[in-house]
């Protein structure tokens, strides 16, 4: 058990739909990281949240969007779904971003998508 | 653009053998941080190995070592005396100071017995 939450473990979901991701780091970390695991595209780096703002873009799509709250928890927002945004998303935390302190990347289980 | 290419997508180890994992990866930066994740069939993602670009030393985690040469941007894998446990899926990873995270696609290692 890494100490990083994920809810829910599965999502199934129709095409044109919206849904909400949610995580939970361990606690004492301020960063959060999503990623995308689809078998065509691999793991993708999506968005990095520390403290509360976002730090770091990758492939996030603009009908993506993430935020994370005051609590440190974080939420990952899906909206107009299509078939290819089935996949396996995770959420990790850290204690620091960039290249000081302990870099340690601690992933949750993750969230299975699947879209009709 | 960063890139990490692991070219070998499936690989087979006996059970007790020594088995290496290539990772190379392509940047222009000389500060960041590379890693290897394990990811059984349960998914999760596991840290196995860390090396920070500016210790020449390379990292070693129990039977776990790494084999890091900086100006052939090459980072590979040895796992000594494998055990079916070790078999998972294996990504090379890229983290530079702007939090950029670059995965490999992966290395399938199959144990047997």
């Known amino acids: 058990d890494s100490g990083v939450t994920q809810t829910p473990k599965h999502l199934i979901t129709a095409t044109g739909q919206r849904v909400t991701l949610r995580c939970s780091p361990r606690?004492?970390?301020?960063?959060v990281y999503w990623y995308q695991q689809s078998l065509d595209q691999g793991l993708q780096f999506l968005i990095h949240?520390?403290?509360?703002?976002?730090?770091a873009k990758g492939n996030i799509l603009e009908r993506f969007s993430a935020q994370q709250f005051p609590d440190l928890h974080s939420e990952l927002n899906l909206s107009s779904l299509e078939l290819g945004d089935s996949a396996l998303y995770f959420c990790?935390?850290?204690?620091?971003?960039?290249?000081?302190?302990?870099?340690?990347?601690?992933f949750g289980p993750g969230t299975r998508l699947t879209v009709l | 653009a960063q890139t990490v290419t692991q070219s070998q997508p499936e690989m087979s180890v006996q059970e007790a053998e020594t088995v290496t994992l290539s990772c190379t990866y392509d940047?222009?930066?000389?500060?960041?941080?590379l890693f290897w994740y394990k990811q059984p069939p349960s998914r999760q993602m596991i840290l196995v190995i860390r090396?920070?670009?500016?210790?020449?030393q390379n990292a070693t985690e129990n039977r776990f070592s790494v084999n890091f040469q900086k100006a052939a941007k090459s980072f590979s894998l040895k796992i000594s005396d494998s055990q079916l446990g070790d078999a998972a899926m294996y990504f090379c990873?890229?983290?530079?100071?702007?939090?950029?995270?670059?995965f490999g696609k992966g290395t399938r290692l199959h144990i047997l017995p």
């Open positions: 990790a935390s850290s204690e620091a971003p960039g290249l000081a302190g302990y870099n340690e990347q601690f």
């Open positions: 606690s004492g970390d301020l960063s």
């Open positions: 949240y520390y403290n509360g703002e976002e730090r």
């Open positions: 940047t222009s930066e000389s500060d960041y941080y």
């Open positions: 090396q920070e670009a500016y210790k020449q």
């Open positions: 990873a890229y983290k530079n100071r702007d939090d950029k995270i670059i």
